[in-house]
């Protein structure tokens, strides 16, 4: 998949940027707060259409506006032209169309125009709460088979319902109920976790070692809430634990609870792991997720690194970009480039106060 045009109206600082990719390695130059970041956001929307600064498109929109537009071209791996056009505005839903079709349903989406983004903001990704790690498997394993998205829907639907006859007092056979949809999706939901987390585990480790030398060895580890065998086990615990629901008006135990660890040398690294390594296995794990979807969808994803090289120290810096697919389109930005003699095999776009000027 490649990014082949670009047009950006009212978004972030960018007032209209029209802009056409002809090579497969694009670096955007210039000092900070000018606009690099807000570009490559833009990309990156068009993959999930969220942002990975995690904010909400109403702060996307440029100050004094009302609207934001985005138009894609891509060209698809048999060299096919994909037109997206994604709008959202202070108020009310994002609207996109893809080749000139409304799409109504996201997991009709995800997956279609795969995108993964290396960014610094990453690397406090192993420290946050499980629900950061919980969002990007279940995002991932999202964007690479419908299936699970729609188990996922499914499954926090009936939470939702579940919690909400928790708060009012519903009796029993109102639960029990939302319980008959709940269950099985639940026992699916982990089992398809389960069944990713193996495959995920050993590109991260065959990443890690790339990066660092084979110093260490990385795997990752699922921790399952609760992990029970079948829809009869879940039936009597959700009972069991019902009246204790009740009080807290939630469902405490489920996969809504699960988390992973990254392991370094079978040690939890968030107990562990310097600096350097955080960094390195958070790389690594961006380039699991990257051949993870690239073997699910059939497809090359666009790589997008938000400054990324910076925060590395010499080693893994040269290691991480001997990594990069060499098919892969890739995005970068910075205030420099990496290394002098990289300059050649960029198309390089100056940015100044939300203006873009190729070199």
């Known amino acids: 998949m490649r990014l082949a045009a670009l047009n950006l109206e009212n978004f972030r600082n960018i007032e209209v940027a ?56 891509f060209e698809d791996d048999e060299g096919k032209d994909r037109d997206t056009l994604l709008s959202f505005g202070l108020r009310g839903p994002k609207t996109l169309e893809v080749d000139g079709n409304k799409i109504s349903r996201l997991g009709d989406f995800l997956g279609e125009f795969p995108s993964v983004v290396l960014s610094s903001r990453d690397f406090r990704f192993l420290r946050d709460g499980p629900s950061e790690r919980r969002k990007w498997l279940d995002l991932l394993l999202s964007s690479s088979e419908q299936e699970y998205f729609a188990v996922l829907q499914t499954f926090h639907g009936a939470l939702r319902e579940r919690n909400a006859l928790l708060r009012r007092g519903g009796g029993d056979r109102e639960i029990d109920a939302f319980e008959q949809t709940l269950i099985p999706a639940a026992v ?3 089992t398809m976790r389960l069944e990713a987390m193996p495959a995920l585990s050993a590109i991260l480790a ?21 992990l029970l ?3 009869a086990e879940w039936s ?13 008006g939630n469902t405490r135990r489920g996969p809504h609870r699960d988390d992973f ?20 296995l958070v790389l690594s794990l961006r380039l699991a997720e990257f051949s993870f979807l690239r073997e699910a969808r059939g497809r090359v994803p666009i790589l997008i690194a938000d400054d990324v090289l910076g925060e590395l120290d010499a080693e893994r810096e040269s290691n991480f970009k001997k990594l990069l697919a060499p098919e892969a389109q890739v995005f970068a930005s ?20 939300g203006a873009f000027a190729k070199s």
Do not use: C, H
């Open 18 to 73: 029209s802009l056409q990719f002809s090579g497969d390695r694009v670096f955007l130059l210039g000092p900070n707060g000018q606009g690099k970041t807000n570009l490559l956001e833009a990309i990156g929307l068009s993959s999930s259409l969220r942002s990975f600064r995690k904010t909400g498109t109403q702060d996307m929109v440029l100050e004094g506006k009302d609207q934001s537009r985005l138009f894609y071209r």
């Open 188 to 190: 699916l939901l982990q």
């Open 206 to 226: 065959e990443s890690y070692a790339s990066l660092s030398g084979a110093k260490e060895e990385a795997r990752l580890e699922y921790k399952p809430d609760i």
């Open 229 to 231: 065998e079948n829809e």
């Open 236 to 248: 009597r615990r959700l009972q069991e634990e019902r009246s204790r629901d009740r009080v807290v």
């Open 261 to 280: 660890s990254v392991l370094l040398d079978s040690r939890d690294a968030r107990s562990f792991a310097s600096e350097g390594q955080e960094k390195g």
């Open 334 to 353: 910075g205030t420099v480039f990496p290394s002098g003699e990289e300059e050649k095999d960029w198309e390089v776009f100056d940015v100044s106060a």
